[in-house]
């Protein structure tokens, strides 16, 4: 649905720039297709590295890892399995329903989902390359922090602690 | 040659997959499917906000940009960002070039911040999915922790940066192509 409405917005723009302005559209155009082949190195060896860390990490150990260990242990290793790992929300949300289900509490649920959504490890190297060191490491080293505080407020909100 | 040599990384990757295979068949094709999966996300999503990127540095002009992201943009500037952010479909990593592309036509830096924070976190679609998963109380906590770390972010990290910093990431950004 999102990506429908994504192509279409985004066919409907280059139609229009194309009848404003052909060359203008064809620079657009370049421009797009070498930002897309700047990335897809990096990009490519990104996907194969998150392949095989998932293979490894599937929601069964994922499961076993926040189920089993409660209080802040648990939330420590949910937060470092959401940061280094890269999945959709799509996936994430049921598994982490899945997850609340089969025993891992609020907590750790809100660490999990919070850095896997704002911390990128495996993302970093692309991060650094259009923010650089700096900015992309104490972006995600707060980010990192602020799954904590998540977890915290959660905790409370949720009447875990 | 030089183009082999960018992709060493995704080279040694691959060895290790087929390593994987080798050495444990259901690891092995559990990574392919992955990869797989992200690569079909990848193909979906990334090249129409590539393209959208293209016509918005051709057709946009940096006084516009200014106008609505830039210094001086203000509490207006702050809600798009967000609004921007949030509005976006797609993982973090489609985040980053397009904010690139805002630095090169004069987005303030913290509004930079402001929008890859609200495109990791408070996006509009996944929100409602982690309403219908995870229930309405737990997501709304989840969203008001967000923004709040959301604006200590940017906040925190142009700090730290300092003007000197940033100056020199705005000076590579205008260098990007063109």
Same mark, same amino acid.
């Given at each position: 649905m999102e990506n429908i409405v994504l192509y279409s917005v985004t066919a409907l723009l280059v139609v229009l720039s194309w009848v404003k302005d052909r060359g203008k559209t064809k620079q657009a155009l370049r421009k797009a297709w070498k930002s897309f082949e700047n990335i897809l190195p990096q990009f490519s060896g990104i996907i194969l590295m998150v392949g095989i860390l998932l293979a490894f990490l599937n929601a069964d150990v994922i499961g076993r890892i926040i189920g089993s260990s409660s209080g802040w242990l648990g939330v420590l290793l949910a937060s470092v399995v959401g940061a280094i790992t890269l999945i959709p929300g799509f996936i994430a949300f049921p598994t982490a329903a899945m997850l609340l289900q089969t025993g891992a509490g609020y907590m750790q649920i809100g660490a999990f989902i919070s850095s896997l959504m704002m911390v990128g490890v495996v993302t970093l190297p692309l991060e650094i390359k259009y923010f650089g060191k700096r900015a992309a490491i104490w972006r995600n080293a707060l980010a990192y922090v602020f799954a904590f505080v998540a977890a915290l407020v959660i905790g409370k909100v949720m009447g875990e602690l | 040659m030089k183009q082999l040599k960018r992709y060493v990384f995704a080279l040694i990757m691959l060895a290790v997959t087929g390593l994987l295979i080798l050495v444990n068949r259901e690891l092995g094709l559990r990574a392919v499917n992955t990869t797989l999966f992200s690569l079909k996300e990848m193909i979906l999503i990334l090249p129409p906000i590539f393209v959208l990127l293209g016509l918005l540095d051709v057709w946009v002009p940096r006084e516009t940009m200014i106008r609505f992201? &830039?210094? &001086?943009? &203000?509490l207006k500037g702050v809600l798009i960002a967000i609004t921007l952010g949030s509005a976006a479909a797609g993982p973090?990593? &489609?985040a980053f070039p397009v904010a690139v592309i805002l630095m090169k036509k004069g987005a303030k830096f913290a509004n930079i911040l402001l929008f890859i924070g609200a495109w990791s976190t408070t996006k509009i679609p996944m929100l409602l999915f982690e309403i219908s998963s995870m229930g309405l109380r737990f997501a709304m906590t989840r969203l008001a922790v967000s923004l709040t770390g959301i604006f200590v972010i940017a906040f925190v990290v142009e700090r730290v940066l300092g003007r000197q910093a940033i100056d020199a990431l705005y000076t590579r950004s205008a260098e990007l192509d063109s």
């Open positions: - | 992201l &830039g210094e &001086g943009s &203000g973090l990593y &489609g």
